[in-house]
């Protein structure tokens, strides 16, 4: 099993819905990340979450929100979903060994389409 | 802010060709990693290495090499005898341990052909 899992992998909206992305991971780390992948910028930071009751905003996170229910779960929303909001989500998990040890594993990717 | 650049869009060799992916960042930390990733056509995000700004040892894993430079703020990638399952897109990465915000490169695509 994957240790990194995000659902739906898939998802065709319409603009003005909300919807939610939703991540679990079974590596036991305490930091959560999403971002999005846009062809030729690369992957942005959306949020971060470094435990259960941290949540900090990253380089773009204007119209999304999220949640961390536990250490394993970390959901992303968006309130009323837009067309430019349609990319290729990517959680991902770390867990910061000591200085220098931090690497991130991310999971399979969600896209996304808003019509 | 930190930056990272990876001037090189895409790139196409034919097999056994070695090829070299470049990375430029900018910092202003002393202290940083910087990480490449690679993106096959399934689409996941495959890790393939960390380094430590403070240590500029040269790596080799297989076919892969990296060559970190902090001179010129590079850290490229080689790929030696490249087969035709290289075939992805490859991202560099920054990350500073103190404001914890990892940023990634556009991403160079590379196509090895039979």
Redesign the interface.
């Known amino acids: 099993d994957a240790d990194v899992t995000q659902t739906p992998r898939n998802r065709i909206t319409k603009t003005g819905k909300r919807i939610m992305l939703e991540c679990s991971q079974t590596k036991g780390h305490d930091r959560m990340?999403w971002?999005r992948q846009d062809p030729?910028?690369?992957?942005?930071?959306i949020y971060?979450s470094?435990d259960v009751k941290d949540i900090?905003k990253?380089?773009i996170s204007d119209g999304y929100s999220v949640s961390r229910q536990a250490q394993a779960k970390f959901s992303l929303s968006l309130e009323s979903a837009i067309p430019n909001q349609t990319a290729?989500y990517?959680c991902?998990t770390s867990d910061l060994q000591g200085?220098?040890q931090?690497?991130?594993?991310?999971?399979?990717?969600t896209?996304l389409l808003v019509l | 802010a930190q930056k990272v650049t990876q001037a090189q869009t895409e790139i196409s060799v034919v097999e056994k060709e070695d090829v070299t992916l470049d990375c430029v960042y900018e910092t202003r930390d002393t202290t940083y990693y910087l990480f490449w990733y690679k993106q096959p056509p399934s689409g996941e995000l495959v890790f393939l290495i960390r380094r430590n700004s403070f240590d500029e040892q040269n790596e080799i894993s297989g076919r892969y090499s990296w060559n970190f430079q902090k001179s010129t703020s590079s850290f490229n990638f080689t790929i030696t005898a490249s087969q035709v399952v290289d075939s992805a897109v490859y991202f560099c990465a920054l990350s500073e341990p103190y404001n914890n915000d990892m940023r990634f490169g556009a991403g160079t695509r590379l196509t090895v052909k039979p």
């Open positions: 990340y971002y030729g910028l690369g992957l942005r930071l971060y470094f900090n990253g380089e290729l990517f991902a200085p220098h931090e690497t991130q594993y991310f999971g399979p990717g896209r």
